[in-house]
């Protein structure tokens, strides 16, 4: 009767058949069958991707944290739902029970109402890996205040954008965060932020690493204390399907990051479907994903997916180099872990390190291997394979986006045969198209075009918070009818698809997706920079690197280059984070224009990627005679 764990090949196929066929009934059942329900539904589903309005489940009743730990009680209450592993190897391991887990999220979730905070609220979560961060996120779900985790890398300024964007109530952060060697003063950053932000009431603060930080009174409140007088049950609210669970900001090409709304019910469905087939998730399985819950990999692949199948899912709070290269494997020996998901840049770090860090190690647990975050070079894929899949674990190179809320192009481990540095075929209910750049779709195999996707998924973004007008111009404008990815694919002669990269100006630097615009805003606020432009180029680590080139005002041109780069380094960290630096700067006397005045960053990415026999004809610039002094000079 159920689909809903595929074990072969041809399952695939026939479910997969099924599924686009007669999407909403094959959905139906799943739903009905795997979660539970405070009401059914009236409608599977609702749609108009000219609006675009996207409705699943509409008028189901549920709660997602009685999906994730409630309905658990009964046959797991003992059992081990978060596996913490600190940042330091010689602090204990923690082994959170799911009957623990609930208590520790109920007792959060009245602390969350004694501090007025309510369903529909707003709070933003600023944590370092720690058990608290998923806590706080499954304790506003269980009250349906709307939880915005912001990746505790992000400077001041990104942090108070992001909570006024959404007009957060609460922060919920802690004294610090440790990461491999260092401390990171995460209240102090908040403090700054919150300089900024007039709508925060209150913040509650974790206590990590004991630091001396000030607490402004009224305001700040020390976490523990609070939960200790809380009392620890709490009645779910009962949510609609369709109403926010959260809202995780994404950059964008242009402007502001973008914050993608996602909402219960379609969410719960579609994140804990796919955790259980890419994963092959039997009861047993201890799994592990590397990634941060500042992320969407880490909602939906460490908290809601995991936890709504009843699985042991591993938070490590520190980094693969502390304190050496074998800290990854360390823990995979350790805890037993079968799964193991990480990111293309970590594999090609750790690779670079050869493999005396993973021979001292039994890895021999290990079942499936996962990739995500961005396109993963053959060289890194068959590394992953060998030394630690040793050829037996099933690589998925899953292919996803904040947008989407789960995996939608994948392998599913010992059905689909993999094939290096392909993300294979689209998981169950998925329709892809490749488009052409008149707006036709492309049909047939071996060929490449914009990835599109033609038919709504459980837990596709409902929109921009507060910006539907971007939501509809950003996905659902450049080809009729379809959601744009923003990805370019190719589709090989068996129809597996490989995807060759974004065709936006978003760049992945180490797995993190970062606008050229917001950078460019960044270092244009230096009073000596008169013009940017900021492109990618391959980087052998971080898979893409950045590439500033920059044109300085007349009365700054005699100052010391190397000065100016630092200074503009720290302008980046300040308004975004390290994470956007610029690996190479070069000072040029002009940019590469058109007619109308447009930079142009085709020439720029060239030029960076060393690729300057390339460059077409360059003679219709506006300032065509400033390419060979740009190339001349390039680093
Ligand atoms: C890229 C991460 C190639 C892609 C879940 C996408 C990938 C963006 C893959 C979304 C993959 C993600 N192969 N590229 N397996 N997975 N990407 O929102 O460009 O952080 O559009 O979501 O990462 O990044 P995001």
């Not at 002669?493 to 997706?513: K, L, Q």
Request: aromatic fraction near 10%.
């Amino acid at each position: 009767m159920s689909n809903y764990h595929i074990k072969q090949f041809e399952e695939y196929y026939h479910v997969y058949r099924k599924s686009v066929r007669a999407p909403e009934q094959f959905w139906e059942e799943i739903a009905e069958e795997h979660f539970y329900w405070r009401k059914k539904w009236e409608k599977v589903l609702s749609w108009d991707f000219t609006k675009p309005e996207i409705k699943w489940f509409e008028g189901a009743k549920l709660n997602i944290t009685e999906n994730c730990l409630d309905r658990h009680l009964h046959s797991r209450a003992n059992k081990t739902a978060i596996l913490f592993e600190p940042n330091n190897p010689d602090e204990p391991a923690e082994h959170i029970s799911y009957k623990q887990l609930h208590e520790r999220v109920c007792k959060l979730a009245n602390v969350l109402k004694e501090k007025g905070i309510e369903k529909g609220d707003r709070v933003c979560i600023y944590l370092p890996m720690i058990p608290e961060l998923a806590v706080s996120v499954l304790a506003c779900a269980r009250i349906g205040a709307i939880h915005s985790v912001v990746f505790a890398g992000f400077s001041a300024s990104a942090l108070a954008t992001r909570i006024n964007d959404c007009d957060a109530k609460m922060v919920i952060t802690s004294d610090g965060s440790y990461r491999g060697a260092k401390t990171i003063d995460l209240k102090g950053i908040v403090d700054e932020a919150l300089d900024d932000c007039k709508g925060v009431a209150s913040v509650l603060v974790a206590k990590r690493i004991n630091s001396d930080i000030t607490m402004k009174e009224g305001r700040d409140f020390w976490l523990q204390p609070l939960l200790d007088e809380a009392y620890n049950d709490y009645t779910a609210e009962v949510m609609d399907a369709e109403d926010p669970l959260f809202i995780l900001y994404t950059s964008g090409s242009t402007g502001m990051p973008k914050g993608m709304m996602h909402t219960c019910g379609g969410y719960m469905v579609y994140t804990a479907y796919t955790f259980k087939n890419v994963f092959d998730y039997r009861e047993d399985d201890v799994y592990w994903c590397t990634a941060d819950i500042g992320w969407i990999t880490g909602h939906s692949y460490i908290v809601y997916g995991p936890l709504a199948n009843g699985a042991t899912t591993v938070m490590f709070e520190g980094v693969p180099s502390y304190p050496d290269f074998s800290r990854f494997w360390d823990i995979v020996e350790k805890h037993k872990v079968t799964q193991f998901y990480t990111a293309p840049t970590a594999i090609r770090a750790l690779a670079k390190q050869g493999t005396a860090f993973v021979e001292k190690h039994d890895l021999s647990t290990l079942k499936v291997l996962g990739t995500v975050g961005e396109p993963i070079n053959e060289e890194a894929w068959h590394w992953y394979n060998e030394n630690i899949g040793k050829k037996k674990s099933p690589i998925v190179d899953t292919w996803w986006q904040t947008e989407t809320g789960g995996i939608m192009i994948t392998p599913i481990p010992f059905s689909t045969p993999t094939k290096p540095t392909y993300a294979t075929l689209p998981f169950i209910g998925i329709q892809p198209a490749l488009m052409d750049e008149h707006g036709d779709e492309i049909q047939g195999n071996q060929v490449e075009g914009r990835l599109c996707i033609k038919y709504p998924w459980p837990s596709i973004a409902r929109t921009i918070w507060g910006n539907h007008q971007r939501y509809k111009d950003t996905y659902f404008s450049a080809f009729d009818n379809m959601y744009f990815t923003g990805d370019g694919a190719l589709r090989d002669e068996v129809g597996y698809y490989r995807i060759t990269g974004r065709v936006d100006d978003v760049i992945i630097v180490s797995g993190h997706n970062l606008g050229t615009a917001p950078i460019e805003d960044a270092v244009n606020e230096h009073q000596a920079v008169a013009e940017s432009a900021i492109v990618g180029f391959p980087h052998d680590v971080k898979g893409n690197a950045l590439y500033g080139y920059i044109t300085l005002k007349g009365s700054s041109e005699g100052r010391n280059q190397d000065n100016l780069r630092k200074e503009i380094n720290q302008l980046i960290t300040d308004r975004i984070g390290p994470i956007a630096k610029l690996d190479k700067i070069q000072f040029t006397a002009g940019l590469p224009k058109t007619r109308s005045g447009k930079i142009m960053r085709r020439i720029l990415r060239k030029i960076a990627s060393n690729e300057t026999d390339q460059l077409g004809d360059t003679s219709t610039l506006l300032n065509p005679e400033v390419v060979q002094s740009i190339i001349d000079n390039a680093l």
